[in-house]
């Protein structure tokens, strides 16, 4: 008896204790936006995101211009580009407000990739000075000076343009670190399902330079798209579904997981693996994501450890000799960003807009207008 109730006591206080730490949290996750910014500091124009919402709440404001640590880089940026997480981060919805701020975004900056002038080092940095022309990844792309650590930036290729080098950060990283995942080798056969957002243009283009036989899966109005980008075969899924062809695969590279364990299954070889990079991009809505995030975490990459055919997930890393490598692949000329369109700073709320509604084609560049791309 004694003991049912401390138990009764114990599970109040629990609730009690947590719920009082959520109204705290809630009331005192605030942002930048609060504070009367940039007074009287050097400013600078950036996007940012106050509230969460659609991509209305995103704003062109005047912020202080960052200034760098001793192991930073201050970049002059020419351009940067949208992903699929600067969609997602921007939705109002319950998993934002438990990663980002209960109440509001913590951090109100947009944009990850980056390409640019170098302005100012810190006074650990050897590698970079003045003037450098780099691409990479930092945070808060979206404005006109960012900060970014020696380790995400490598030297863009002289023939390649600022916004060219602003598509390929993480979209490239996450092609090329999801066909090597699946120990992509010459002669193979890889299927990459949605060739034409931003990793699957990437994805197409690499597994090519690897020597793969690449078949994408794309709409009807991009067919010309992937042909153009090397694609060697092209399954129209708004005709066809890949997944009850005869084609076997000694790879699949999915962005969209809109298909079951058993369903992908049927078309890798034996010992055939199922990279799964995404789960549709910048258009998927939270529901969807959410039960093909476990669809494919929990049943497939489960289920996989009973067969010969694998389900393997990753994370992009930040890597500079991939950057490095990027960078090579384009001055050679075997990867060629596809770039929808390029806004300007002060659009990037009809840019986000346009993206988030899905079914880009390629990437979605942003330039500062600080100076010709
Ligand atoms: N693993 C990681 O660490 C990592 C890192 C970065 C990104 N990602 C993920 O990678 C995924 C792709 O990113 P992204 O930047 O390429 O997004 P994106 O630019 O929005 O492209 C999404 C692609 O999915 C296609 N698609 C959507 N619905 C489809 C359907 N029903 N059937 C076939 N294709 C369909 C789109 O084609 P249509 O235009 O025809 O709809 C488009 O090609 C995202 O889910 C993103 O979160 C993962």
Redesign the pocket.
């Known amino acids: 008896m004694k003991l049912k109730r401390l138990a009764k006591w114990s599970a109040i206080s629990i609730v009690c204790a947590l719920g009082a730490w959520l109204f705290v949290s809630y009331w005192r996750s605030g942002n930048e936006c609060d504070r009367n910014a940039a007074a009287q500091a050097p400013s600078m124009k950036a996007i940012r995101y106050c509230e969460y919402g659609s991509p209305e709440v995103v704003k062109l404001d005047e912020v202080e211009k960052p200034v760098p640590t001793d192991d930073q880089i201050l970049l002059k940026v020419r351009a940067a580009s949208l ?3 600067d969609a997602y981060m921007v939705r109002d919805n319950w998993v934002n407000r438990l990663i980002f701020g209960l109440r509001k975004p913590r951090d109100t900056r947009l944009g990850r990739d980056v390409a640019g002038q170098v302005e100012a080092v810190g006074k650990n940095i050897t590698e970079f000075k003045p003037g450098d022309e780099v691409f990479g990844i930092c945070r808060g792309s979206l404005a006109e000076y960012a900060c970014a650590a020696g380790r995400a930036l490598v030297i863009k290729p002289p023939g390649v343009t600022f916004a060219q080098a602003a598509a390929v950060p ?2 490239g990283l ?1 092609a090329l670190q999801g066909l090597r995942k699946g120990n992509i080798q010459a002669g193979q056969k890889v299927l990459i ?8 243009t990437f994805a197409v283009q690499i597994a090519k330079s690897f020597g793969a036989e690449v078949t994408a ?3 009807t109005r ?1 067919v010309d798209l992937v042909r153009s980008i090397g694609a060697d075969h092209i399954i129209d ?1 708004t005709k066809e579904d890949f997944t009850k062809g005869g084609q076997r695969y000694d790879m699949i590279f999915d ?2 997981a ?1 298909h079951s364990f058993f369903e992908r299954r049927r078309v890798l070889k034996t010992n055939g693996i199922c990279v799964l ?8 809505k939270q529901g969807q994501a959410l039960g093909r995030i476990s669809g494919n975490l929990f049943v497939a990459c489960g289920l996989s450890s009973f067969t010969s055919q694998k389900f393997a997930q ?3 890393k930040l890597s500079k000799p991939d950057l490095a490598l990027l960078g090579d692949l384009m001055q050679a000329g075997k990867v060629k960003p596809v770039i929808e369109r390029t806004y300007q700073l002060g659009e990037a709320s009809e840019a986000l807009r346009n993206f988030a509604a ?3 084609r390629g990437k979605i560049v942003i330039t500062t207008g600080l100076e010709s791309p």
């Not at 399902?193 to 699957?200: E, M, W």
Request: proline fraction near 0%.
């Open positions: 992903n699929a997480l993480l979209a996450t399902n949605g060739a034409t957002g931003g990793v699957g899966v794309c709409n991009n899924y962005n969209v809109n990079a995404g789960m549709g991009g910048a258009g998927v990753y994370m992009t899905g079914h880009a």
